[in-house]
């Protein structure tokens, strides 16, 4: 294919266009005329051969012949980093976002002595990370560990019984207190910490040579006997790029831990981070900084407290006496604010605490010093049933720091609610204003936010509290615009009000979703607003629909992942999901295995306490109309982006997307739709044009 393409960045130039549409460089003389750059990074053994290394001029830790808008990105990152700036960036699929970010942040941090911490949702993307870093290893000497938690790689305990619910803390104090027997040569140590040491030579120099994902390198120091989650944390330091879960940043604890590992003066100045997938970023924020308190953990530590000497919170009042009126407050909120049909009662003052300061003639001062009791008392306690080995946290531990946070929580960053489910009731501490990773952030001299759905970037800079410093930049997807087709339907809609008011409009979503599941011969995926949605619809779909059908099941993964894997085994079935699913992110299509999508609805976020008050907060902060804007419809379109990305994820992919909502008209140049008359007819023409 001859064409033009830009000098700087490789992209295949429009005719007559003054500037590139990939990095906005001017068009002048010096446009040159080459092979699509697409087509450079294939290689001549195609898209399934390794990839080809190569140094690359002007980007000493890139390793492949840039393509697209790549050295653009590289160029951004880079003077973001160097300028001590954050920069947050949306690139659309297939611009290569893990080979780009450590090539613009290995480039800085090498010279500066700095290490790279590069932050995934899921384990699997942290092999990605591995893989690009084998690859700038066979131009550049560079090093790497992916580093998961303990519950992922002690070999000692995985396999007992109990292993999978055990939770990081208890994990953590159960091993200390083998490696503390260990250290003193006592019995009952861990005899796979006894070898790391003589080991880590050998699992050193086989990370280097190898880059061995998480589970390969679990695996390699199993062989040799030795812990691999020890080992991962003695190698952190020397390793240029370490690849953590996100929680190893979002919680504070393990934060502080992992800072003192990578030898930087345990702060955070000489980190460099990279947030992959940032999307999900705000919210496992939120969900890190929430909690709740259920019954089971209530009617526990009162158990606890019944079966060792009963002491005192304050004087003359037992301690079993206290979490028990504790617990009848709880009961009495439900049963006074919560009415008939309800769930849920939000606090708007501290009801529990003054009641039971009432009936205990506490001032707030002796309240509070009797939860810091309670949690004191739980903590000696779990001490002592670690040294009786029992593998759990005394339950008065966890219910006294519960309850110091609950007293702590400020209601213009948490929503305190009372609700109830099956399980009856239970305190529920959401978090609003992620202020703890906020902080952090800002004590980081330079980070990388990345996605391929994060527009309005602006949003995402100010909710996380970026400073006002950060760069924001968006970068097409490389892939030919006409491989991809999104279309909506102008006379439905799954708004709730209108389908109320309109006992037609169910059917008509069924017969669409039918007709044009039939009017393609290609793997399709249906993905539905709701769970419940998808239980409306099911029976009529079931009925009349022909093709071998495939649903995701709500609380149940594993069911789920085997049928997806039937589906993407054949050629022409349905898969039925839910936008924010386990599907509907995360998981690659490639090929055949996708090509349809059927998007039945708009995903707003369902109305709670929890979303009109960061609305409030967001209105107050930042103007009217913000609230609504940040709280619902940015995170419907990111839902939506995601969904439809999932059709082309390589260069060859070719995908349609049909949008069962009249509401797509407001979002129609987002979300690059157009209006269709015929959406099973666009659909089966778009598919016969191949
Ligand atoms: Fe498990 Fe390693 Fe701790 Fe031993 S040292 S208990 S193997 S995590």
Redesign the pocket.
């Known amino acids: 294919m001859q064409g033009l393409f830009c000098k700087r960045c490789k992209s295949l130039l429009p005719p007559g266009s003054g500037k590139c549409r990939s990095c906005g460089a001017p068009v002048d003389s010096t446009s040159v005329s080459s092979q699509s750059c697409l087509f450079d990074a294939m290689g001549e053994a195609g898209p399934s051969a390794p990839p080809k290394t190569t140094e690359v001029e002007g980007a000493p830790y890139m390793p492949y012949e840039p393509r697209g808008c790549q050295m653009a990105i590289i160029e951004d990152i880079r003077n973001a980093l160097n300028g001590g700036r954050h920069i947050v960036m949306e690139s659309g699929t297939g611009t290569g976002k893990t080979i780009v970010s450590l090539a613009a942040s290995l480039e800085h941090a090498k010279e500066r002595g700095k290490k790279i911490v590069y932050l995934t949702r899921t384990i699997s993307q942290s092999d990605q990370v591995m893989r690009e870093l084998r690859s700038i290893g066979t131009i550049r000497q560079v090093s790497g560990i992916a580093v998961t938690g ?1 519950n992922k ?5 995985r396999g007992s019984p109990g292993f999978e619910s055990l939770s990081p803390n208890v994990l953590s104090m ?2 200390d207190e ?2 503390q027997k260990s250290t003193r040569g006592q019995a009952g140590g ?1 005899r ?2 006894d070898r790391v040491k003589t080991e880590l030579p050998a699992i050193e120099e086989y990370c280097k040579k190898e880059f061995p994902t998480s589970e390969a390198l679990d695996r390699y120091c199993e062989k040799l006997g030795a ?1 691999p ?2 080992a991962k944390k003695a190698l952190m330091r020397k390793m240029d790029v370490i690849a953590v879960p996100y929680v190893h940043i979002l919680s504070k604890d393990i934060r502080v831990n992992l800072l003192a590992n990578l030898n930087t003066a345990g702060d955070a100045t000489g980190v460099v981070l990279i947030i992959d997938e940032a999307h999900n970023f705000i919210d496992s924020a939120r969900g890190e900084e929430s909690f709740e308190i259920n019954s089971r953990l209530i009617d526990s530590a009162i158990d606890e407290c019944n079966s060792m000497k009963n002491a005192d919170v304050a004087p003359g009042i037992k301690m079993a006496d206290f979490i028990g009126y504790f617990k009848n407050s709880v009961r009495a909120v439900a049963n006074e604010k919560i009415g008939l049909g309800q769930r849920e009662y939000v606090f708007d003052g501290d009801f529990i605490e003054e009641r039971m300061m009432a009936k205990f003639g506490m001032g707030r001062g002796d309240f509070i010093t009797a939860l810091d009791i309670i949690a004191e008392i739980g903590e000696e306690r779990s001490q002592y049933l670690m040294e009786k080995g029992e593998a759990r946290l005394s339950e008065l531990e966890t219910l006294g720091h519960a309850l110091q946070n609950w007293c702590s929580a400020s209601s213009r960053r948490f929503v305190r609610s009372l609700k109830i489910d099956q399980d009856g009731e239970y305190l529920s501490a959401a978090c609003i204003d992620p202020v703890e990773i906020s902080v952090f952030l800002r004590s980081v001299p330079g980070s990388v936010h990345m996605s391929g759905t994060l527009q309005p970037l602006n949003q995402y800079a100010r909710v996380l509290g970026l400073p006002e410093t950060t760069r924001c930049r968006t970068y097409p997807s490389p892939f030919p615009p006409e491989n991809r087709k999104v279309i909506y339907v102008g006379d439905v809609t799954t708004r709730q009000a209108d389908m109320k008011a309109d006992p037609g409009m169910q059917n008509r979503i069924e017969r669409y979703i039918v007709n044009l599941c039939e009017s393609v011969d290609k793997n399709t995926l249906v993905f539905f607003t709701s769970y419940n949605n998808m239980r409306m619809m099911r029976h009529y779909i079931e009925i009349h629909l022909s093709k071998d059908m495939y649903w995701e099941e709500a609380r149940n993964l594993r069911k789920t992942m085997d049928a997806l894997s039937q589906f993407r085994a054949g050629r022409n079935g349905v898969f039925f999901s839910v936008m924010g699913g386990s599907v509907a992110e995360g998981i690659d299509f490639p090929g055949d295995e996708l090509c349809f999508a059927v998007i039945v609805g708009i995903p707003f976020p369902p109305p709670s306490p929890e979303m009109q008050a960061m609305s409030a907060m967001y209105d107050e902060r930042y103007g009217a109309g913000k609230g609504w804007l940040y709280c619902s419809e940015v995170p419907a379109m990111r839902k939506m982006k995601q969904a439809i990305g999932r059709l082309i994820r390589t260069e060859t992919d070719r995908g349609m997307a049909v949008i069962l909502d009249s509401r797509t008209s407001r979002y129609a140049k987002q979300l690059d739709a157009s209006l269709s008359e015929d959406p099973a007819g666009d659909s089966a023409k778009f598919f016969i044009r191949r």
């Open positions: 303990r790689s002690c070999p000692l305990y159960m091993c083998r490696k861990c796979y910490f812990c989650y020890e």
